[in-house]
């Protein structure tokens, strides 16, 4: 494959600047994950300051005269302080995540429906695309991508929850009945002032949610299991089941720690007392909404939990951290989904839901078909996921990354029958009978070298668009057809 033209468009630098503001790591320190790492790191340091100020109080107040009334007026100015600072902090944490979740949310979301999904999966679809797929750098890179790849699925699982009213919340059901005289798909267009306040209210707190849920992974504590006693430990390896029980109860434990004591609500900054009470009604009920939605996720059960606890297995699969992590598995990922409904891990009701916005194969997966001319010429073309709502789950709307065995910046869109679908068996056994001189050429067309050449299988199921995509004018895919 050519090599020129590298670079990223302004969307893909959009997506991976906002990567690195929730999960990055850089020198600044001030992504979602830093912030939340730096204040696990300080607890024990400022509860300790806290501590000690009450208990100086506390020594000084048992001995009264002019001298000591001095220092408790000094020691009690300080305190007032230093509470003042940890306040200042924690509001700054707060209107920093609740701002990349509106950016997130412009990013995602467009005038209509159609668009908001076009959007969505364009961002699911660069996540997958720029991740690698093999190699020492996949599990680090999928750690950093997970957190906006669920929460963007959270989002057009909260569509299809609202639309066909699948989990009954009392916070939900209240802000719905708000915009209830609206049509819910072109809220934008109807009233902006309505979307805005659903989006705020009920968005935001989703993406915070989604965004914090595994952020107690990071508290000392789960360090330890995770990389042993002498820090040594591989951090993706698979745990036993002590080590995952007892991470699983740090996490929560720390999450709701975080966002509670580390986060908390926005401080209104304004003069008008009925705005400043409004304001502070609201950002109170977000944050409960949040707690509940975290609280619930654990074991959601029928509940609203679901809204995170689906999307996270997804996305623990898709962008999965291990070393069993297979991209040809990926399309795999309802089995997983369906075996936990089974359990009563989670609703098979919002597990299906899902399965109807995503189909089996997942935004940016590279499908290998048969196209419809074949009998002209013996052949196979490569296609990439590019939309959601397929008609039928097994059959994704692609966008084509090859015509005649040659690479395209600006393809059709294409619904890939599952006959023509190389990833199943049937199709891939009634194509078997192609020479393998023929699959040769074919390879020799399709790959950029010959130890690239290779690796891969003579009759490929699937194939890894992350080459493809690195060139600008690949990354076009969502673009309209020509």
Known sequence: MSKHQSGDTKFTEQVKILLNKIYGRSPLKDSVLE??????????????????????????AQTPNAKVQTKISNLERDQREYLQELRTERDERAQHLQQICREIIELCEGESFTETNRKSAQLLGTIQLIAPTEGSKVAITNECSKPLY?????????????????????????????????????????????????????????????ILQDVGNYHPDAHAIMFGVDGKADNYRTLNVEERKALLQINYRETLKYLLNGIGVVIYSGNS??????????????????????????????????????????????????????????????QALYQNAERGSCSKAIVEALHHITGDFPQGFGVVYIPSDVEQEVRYEYAIVSQFYPNNVNEPICRIATRSLTFVGYGHDLVVKKNSNLYFVETAKAFSSISKERLNEILELLSSNYLERKKLDLLPRCWQPGEYFSMKVNQKLWNRSR
Do not use: W
């Not at 009925?274 to 707690?291: G, H, I, P, Q, Y």
């Open 35 to 60: 912030r939340a790492i730096a204040f696990y790191d300080l607890e024990q340091f400022s509860q300790r300051k806290l501590d000690k100020f009450k208990t100086d109080l506390e020594n000084l």
């Open 150 to 210: 669920k929460a963007i699925l959270s989002l057009r699982l909260l569509d299809q929850i609202c639309l066909k009213d699948l989990l009954p919340d009392p916070y939900l059901t209240k802000e719905l009945a708000e915009i209830s005289t609206f049509n819910f798909k072109d809220l934008r267009n109807e009233n902006e002032s309505a979307y805005r306040q659903f989006s705020d209210h009920v968005k935001v707190p989703v993406l915070m949610a989604a």
């Open 273 to 334: 007392k009925a705005e400043r009470d409004t304001f502070n009604k609201s950002e109170t009920n977000k944050l409960r909404f949040v707690k509940h939605l975290l609280k619930s996720s654990v074991n959601p059960k029928l509940g609203v939990g679901n809204l995170l606890k689906i999307p996270q297995i997804y996305a623990s699969i898709v962008l999965s951290t291990k070393d069993s992590y297979n991209y040809k598995l990926l399309p795999k990922v309802y």
